[in-house]
Nanobody, 116 residues
């Protein structure tokens, strides 16, 4: 239900833009996000945005990454600038439907490789 795209190979200092399209509408209560998992490490939060456009960033993403959404297109983005080799990971998009029974959806992941 989530389709992520935009990963690839980039040199350090470069930029990439990830996109995630959901097969369902985005409402203000929803929370969309990006997580990443580097080899041998646990999955970690990168950034989140609510359907009402409230954002939250991991310290590692602040000042370099920007999360945004286009609710009319059921799509959210992660603009990544000034990439570093330590940003190399598989990036997963996430969609949360808060309710009495919260539901979480995950995309398959898109690989980002930053060469030094």
């Amino acid at each position: 239900q989530l389709q992520a795209s935009g990963g690839g190979l980039v040199q350090a200092g470069g930029s990439l833009r990830l996109s995630c399209v959901a097969s369902r509408n985005i409402f203000s209560i929803n929370v969309m996000g990006w997580y990443r998992q580097a080899p041998g490490k646990q999955r970690e939060l990168v950034a989140t945005i609510t359907g009402a456009s409230r954002t939250n960033y991991a310290d590692s993403a602040k000042g370099r990454f920007t999360i945004s959404s286009d609710n009319a297109k059921n799509t959210w983005y992660l603009q990544m600038n000034t990439l570093k080799p330590e940003d190399t990971a598989v990036y997963y998009c996430h969609f949360r439907v808060p309710s009495a029974y919260t539901r979480d959806y995950w995309g398959r992941g898109t690989k980002v490789t930053v060469s030094s």
